[in-house]
């Protein structure tokens, strides 16, 4: 199984990055796929996260309004719009897998993770 997480880089707050996150080698056909993030010094917190469907989306509150997350099942592929950005925002930002299709905020359902990818943040 991999996952490969892209679309990092640095960005002025105010400013719009996408990410994507392309899997491969699943067993599982039905999948939900979340995104999380470490900043510097913390801890790894959820973002969004998407079911396999797409009709179930989650969003931590400090993104919401400025995240979309969404899927194209044909291409293995889930992206994160991030609009507005702000400094808070700058971290490594994680793709991670739950083959049970639960969709939940809590990084231990999910089994599998891409390496991430770096999001800057100037202010």
């Known amino acids: 199984v991999q996952l490969q997480a892209s679309g990092g880089g640095l960005v002025q707050a105010g400013g719009s990055l996408r990410l994507a996150c392309v899997a491969s080698g699943l067993t599982s056909s039905r999948y939900a796929t979340g995104w999380f993030r470490q900043a510097p010094g913390k801890e790894r917190e959820f973002v969004a996260s998407i079911s396999w469907s797409g009709v179930r989306t989650y969003y931590a509150d400090s993104v919401k309004g400025r995240f979309t997350i969404s899927r194209d099942n044909a291409k293995n592929t889930v992206f994160l719009q991030m609009n507005s950005l702000k400094f808070e925002d700058t971290a490594v930002y994680y793709c991670?897998?739950?083959?049970?299709?639960?969709?939940?905020?809590?990084?231990?359902?999910?089994?599998?993770w891409g390496q991430g990818t770096l999001v800057t943040v100037s202010s």
């Open positions: 991670a897998v739950d083959e049970h299709n639960s969709a939940l905020s809590r990084s231990t359902a999910y089994e599998y």
